[in-house]
């Protein structure tokens, strides 16, 4: 690593092996820790100050237990080899690296205050087409060049991607942590083997879950699956189990955007040329990708379209997850996964347009045309499908949803194919008249209910009504 290569004493704060965690005002070297910024299983990551010249950066730091295995210590090290190597606007760059006293490494990184595509995914559901764009076009133009130096990413997702908080915005690439040298040398071996699995499974390349070679047609594969997510707000495939997974990876084929979303179905084809299970069939590279993906946004020859206001009813639905400290992770996005298929095959049989869908929300909404007249029929049918709902999992002992119906406006695009497309609009914005806290059975706002007879009503919170079955 040259001169960015140190070895430091990190004194008496250093925490034994069985702790992950620096106090604030540890000092390694010239950088002091400020505060903890995320830790998993390999690891952490601190933000650090400079003590001399007073400038940012975050320092990742091994997990101590993992510096007694080398492959790991190995793996780390090419992370820090493999930035180094790149170049990039949209390329984390490392600032120094090195070890402590007792050989645990760790690299200091440029600082960025963000916060990381699935993070923004999380609070917004799913992103409109030209949002998408313009997170995809500086993540494809850093495979672009880390492909061109004969690095594969191999795993491309939402929390590898961040977004800082400057105008403009600066969208980076990180964690090259599983990346592969498509032609290792002796100072950089391969760390992976035929038949080993490295990535994360909701985007793995059906190559990678069996082991064979990979090149950079495995990251436009995830680029596929990350362009799916982005759209929907869902991931291509979900499962309960790693092993279902990786099937529906190796024979499945990606669910269209336009099932799930009102998205035009040039980004199902999309889609569906990255996440081709034959590398060859894949776009060649990642602009190739790009160039399509630009051309679905802006086309060639749009199709003449009109916009305007209409009344529809919404349906939203919440999966929250139940007061227990016994629930682990994969039990509840299991669960939440479960309930969002469930919610989603009723309000399609009942009519409803998906409008929203993240990793544990649903919207569904149903056009009413120019007038709020004789709607109370439509009104009853969504009724009773959100009392289903409610039942459904009532008994679930992971999740608890919280149902909610609304009538106000949309926008509604008409285009010149009949097809209708709903952009925008009140309704879209669930944080205006869902309520925040938890609410067992259904609840309606006064523009719903407005009308109706014969309901039993109970007062809710944020202004709402429990409608009592």
């Known amino acids: 690593m040259g001169d960015l290569s140190t070895t430091v004493d990190a004194g008496s704060h250093w925490p034994t092996t069985t702790q992950r965690i620096f106090d604030s005002g540890t000092r390694i ?5 400020e505060e903890l910024i995320a830790r998993g299983g390999h690891g952490a990551v601190y933000k650090v100050a400079h003590t001399r010249t ?26 820090v080899d493999v930035i180094l190597r790149l170049d990039h606007p949209n390329i984390i760059q490392i600032q120094e690296a090195g070890a402590l006293y007792d050989g645990v490494p760790y690299y200091v990184m440029e600082y960025l205050e963000g916060k990381t595509l699935r993070t923004l995914l999380d609070e917004m559901g799913r992103l409109d087409v030209i949002e998408v764009l313009s997170v995809l076009e500086p993540v494809c133009s850093a495979l672009e060049v880390a492909h061109g130096k004969g690095i594969v990413h191999r795993d491309v997702k939402p929390s ?29 071996p391969s760390l992976t083997s035929i038949g080993q699995q490295v990535g994360t499974p909701s985007v793995m390349a059906p190559e990678q879950i069996i082991g064979k070679p990979v090149d950079l047609r495995t990251d436009v594969y995830a680029l596929g699956a990350l362009l799916h997510q982005l759209l929907t707000g869902r991931k291509p495939f979900e499962s309960e189990t790693p ?22 179905p040039a980004f199902d084809a999309i889609v569906a040329r990255a996440m081709d299970k034959r590398p060859q069939n894949r776009y060649p590279t990642a602009t190739a990708f790009l160039d399509a993906l630009r051309q679905a946004v802006f086309g060639s020859t749009p199709l003449a379209s009109r916009s305007d206001d209409q009344y529809a009813l919404g349906l939203f639905v919440e999966i929250r997850p139940r007061p227990s400290p016994n629930l682990d992770d994969d039990t509840l996005d299991s669960a939440a ?107 309606a706002t006064p523009a719903f209910i407005g009308g109706m007879e014969g309901l039993s009503l109970l007062p809710g919170p944020d202004g709402v009504f429990v409608v009592s079955p």
């Open 243 to 264: 092993s279902e997974l990786a099937q529906l990876h190796l024979e499945a084929p990606p669910p269209r955007p336009s099932e799930r979303v009102p998205v035009s």
């Open 337 to 443: 996964a479960r309930a969002l298929e469930h919610a989603e095959e009723r309000m399609r049989q009942g009519g409803l347009v998906i409008a929203l869908c993240t990793s544990n929300t649903i919207l569904g909404m149903q056009l009413l045309g120019h007038s709020l007249s004789h709607t109370q029929g439509k009104r009853r049918v969504l009724l009773a499908i959100a009392r289903t709902l409610c039942n459904a999992f009532v008994d679930d002992a992971a999740i608890r949803i919280s149902v909610t119906l609304h009538v106000d406006q949309v926008s509604v695009t008409q285009h010149e194919n009949g097809e209708p497309e709903i952009t925008s609009g009140v309704l879209a914005r669930t944080e205006s008249w869902a309520p925040v806290e938890y609410v067992g059975g259904v609840c």
């Open 54 to 79: 007073n400038s940012l950066g975050a320092i990742k730091i091994l997990h101590p237990s993992l510096s007694l295995v080398p492959r790991m210590v190995e793996r780390f090290l090419r992370e």
């Open 29 to 33: 070297g010239f950088w002091q820790i």
């Open 160 to 188: 590898n991607i961040i977004i800082a908080h400057c105008m403009p915005a600066k969208i980076k690439l990180l964690d090259f942590g599983v990346a592969k040298l498509l032609e290792p040398d002796e100072r950089d």
